[in-house]
């Protein structure tokens, strides 16, 4: 039952790592190698536990410390709490033995957006056993970390973190600790403007820009990011699909609608989203186009750490 056991963790962190394109809200699966023997397979899964934590230490460094090995798992201080890796769970204490919790998204992110190609049949099965999972509710996350790191346990919490800003001329609600980081990219979305003729059509294009929101993922049990307002999204009256999951209204097999008929913001905006911490729902497998989310510790993760504010021009 332990090389089971191992087996089963080494295929979710292979899915991690290797799932080129995985959308945040479910990575997909890829085949494993099993002839791995159990002793890599338990160094493995301590070191994905080191690697992801340092990530999330060098991302939050105002509230996330005292990455250790402590008590035969890795371990981070949230705001003075402790979280065990727990098999990619995340969970304090009292918890950490928990399975009946799914492990948190720390995926693959493309630095760049990858030429579009149709899933092959295998995989458009696998994405419809992806959505079956979601609306069944069989893939829960805990919310035990995420609430810790932005200080939010419920709708009231939330209110009173959120504080509203003007970004390219719209009201948005957002978690007060990314009001500078939304600040900075607005500025360098401006400045590109100046002389980015897409850039400008793009902003002019706007038709609102939504943030904070208490809610889960739309088809999912899973809490949103809006729900921490760490996410907006920037809704353009430009053609074109921008979320998988309105386009499966009209779409049966939305996975087969290329680039070219989806709404994508120019890629320097992208860029610049990115170098402040910001990831683009427009690069997952479950397309969400019009969507940025502050996740500095995935572009860690994945060789693309965020700007340091001093070398700001």
Known sequence: MNELRLLCLFFFFSVCLTFAGGSPEQPLPEASDTSTAPEALNSAVESRGETVFRALAAAYPD?????????????????????FFAEGRVLPAAHRDRMDYAPLPFYNYHKELPPWAPPSTEEAARLREVVRLRQTGQQVRSTFFLDALWRTRNADEAWENVKQIRFLG???????????????????????????????????????VGGWHWRNIAASENRSFHAYGAAIDTVSRSPGETYWLWTSRHTADWWNVPYS?????????????????????GKWVFYDSIHFEYRPEILILNGMPPMDFRELR
């Open 63 to 83: 509230r996330i410390n005292a990455v250790e090995f402590y008590d035969g798992d890795w371990t981070i201080v949230v705001y003075g709490e402790r979280f």
């Open 261 to 281: 008929r989806r709404h994508h913001p120019p890629e320097e905006v992208v860029k610049i989203f990115e170098s402040f911490g910001f990831i683009w729902g």
């Open 170 to 208: 719209h009201s948005v609600m957002v978690h007060y600790s990314i009001l500078v980081h939304l600040s900075l990219v607005e500025q360098e979305i401006l400045r590109a403007a100046r002389t980015n003729n897409a850039v400008r059509q793009w902003i002019n294009n706007i038709s609102s």
